[in-house]
């Protein structure tokens, strides 16, 4: 009878604590080359590449493989980073949100699509430099549902966080936080201080967010708040914390759409820079001032 023996090469023995060494001297090489980027990033990129590969059988490769991950992010970054957009932020806030979301969540991806075309459209009860602020948040919501951003497993949280860590404005940083009563949310799931890292400040902009989001059906599709607020309920269910923060966020939310209604039915469309309103690349819905009407009513 024949017996194989599998031979192992000195080359392929896995010493330990060998291959963490050649990955952190990877990093601190990365970092050097790649000033543009916060080193927090650039650690997060080599952390996640390096998990992927910490079960493969052969480990001089991983080195040469996570480094050649992290370069792609770093090319992708450089490229479309928020410094290289400066002067059309919504433009890298629709970039990034199709990155994470379009292939990896695609019904979210229609949703945020949605909420940024709307956005686009009650922009004009704003101040023009307040334009990409409103736009960017909008693409920006729901990034925080993207796998590679999960980290506490609130959405609004998580994508506050990594905005903060690629040098996104604090405004926008806290409107992601805190859209559509994240607070609420956060207190039923024990992380209602580390929301509090962003700052929650009320007025137009806050409100308008969470109405382009509260009017905006899972399709992407225009919807009422009511309808809005029945599906939520129907497709997380009762036990759900967002569903539970409804008691407390509910009124605050219809105040919030019953207030821009309002704004949309007193002002005529301000002038806008044409990146800032078109960076959906999408129609811009038309609204009315009957179907403001009709709508306030809706949802008294």
Known sequence: MLTTVSVVTPDQVVVPGRTDKQIRRLESQLVREHAGVPPSLLHEWVER????LATAPVQDFVPLLVERAVRGFARDFAIDSPAM???CPSNWAHNTARRLLAQALPQRWEHTRGVARRAEQ????LMPEDLGILVSAAWLHDIGYAPELIDTGLHSLDG???LRRVGVSRQVCGLVAHHSGAAAVAEQVGLGDELAEFDDVPGHLRDALWYSDMMTGPDGQPTTLDARLAEIRQRRGLDDPVVRALAVNGNERRAAVRRVHRLLANRR?????????SSSGCDTWQLHDHDVSRLDHADR
């Open 160 to 162: 506050a966080r990594y």
């Open 269 to 277: 469309p301000r002038p806008a820079r044409r990146c800032e309103l």
């Open 49 to 52: 590449a390096h998990a992927r």
């Open 122 to 125: 009650v922009a004009r009860i």
């Open 85 to 87: 957009s400066a002067t």
